[in-house]
């Protein structure tokens, strides 16, 4: 157990509708991040947050967004959805402070199936 | 461009004997962290080892060991003793940045390891 929460671990939806996904970072984890795993595209970063601030955007879709909360935890939403977009989503988070690298350990992922 | 490349698709090794899985890397940074993590087939991501690029030992956790050739810009993954329970994709990745920059991560397509008894 790496102490990354994410809620819900499957989610079913149709093309067209939105979703809400929901991490909580280990305990005193200030940096989150979201990815997204396909089978043809593999393992890719999306976006990061520190401390409520967005930190660093990969790959990421105009119809998502996300944002991470006072308490830390954070949300990636997902609109318009397309059959393409059903994959696993990660989060991670990690300690990061003075510019240090840390690493990033992974909750146990959400599972989007879009129909 | 920051890349990862991951050469082996797949890989079969026999229970006991050691294992590498190849990994190499392109970054104009100076500064950067590799990792590699393990998925099994359950799906979650488990964190294995990590080295930094201004590291000057190779990065060492139990059973797995990371051989860092920083001037061929590579990261090979060691596991050593493999067990059944080694049986997964395992997937390298590169983090550039620093301090306010953000970091942005990729990940190479993957190898999966087979352990044969």
């Known amino acids: 157990d790496s102490g990354v929460t994410q809620t819900p671990k499957h989610l079913i939806t149709a093309t067209g509708q939105r979703v809400t996904l929901r991490c909580s970072p280990r305990s005193g984890d200030l940096s989150v991040y979201w990815y997204q795993q396909s089978l043809d595209q593999g393992l890719q970063f999306l976006i990061q947050?520190?401390?409520?601030?967005?930190?660093a955007k990969g790959n990421i879709l105009e119809r998502f967004s996300a944002q991470q909360f006072p308490d830390l935890h954070s949300e990636l939403n997902l609109s318009s959805l397309e059959l393409g977009d059903s994959a696993l989503y990660f989060c991670?988070?990690?300690?990061?402070?003075?510019?240090?690298?840390?690493?990033?350990?992974f909750g146990p992922g959400t599972r989007l199936l879009v129909l | 461009a920051q890349k990862i490349t991951q050469t082996q698709p797949g890989m079969f090794v026999q229970e006991k004997e050691a294992v590498t899985l190849d990994c190499t890397y392109d970054?104009?940074?100076?500064?950067?962290?590799l990792f590699w993590y393990k998925q099994p087939s359950s799906g979650e991501m488990i964190f294995l080892i990590y080295q930094g690029s201004y590291d000057e030992q190779n990065a060492t956790e139990g059973r797995y060991s990371l051989n860092f050739q920083k001037a061929r810009k590579s990261a090979n993954l060691v596991i050593s003793a493999s067990q059944l329970g080694d049986s997964a994709m395992y997937f390298c990745?590169?983090?550039?940045?620093?301090?306010?920059?953000?970091?942005?991560?990729?990940f190479g397509a993957g190898t999966r390891l087979f352990v044969k008894a």
């Open positions: 970054t104009s940074d100076q500064s950067y962290g």
């Open positions: 991670a988070s990690s300690v990061e402070y003075g510019g240090r690298q840390e690493t990033q350990y």
């Open positions: 947050y520190y401390n409520g601030e967005e930190r």
């Open positions: 990745a590169m983090r550039e940045g620093r301090g306010t920059g953000g970091f942005k991560t990729i």
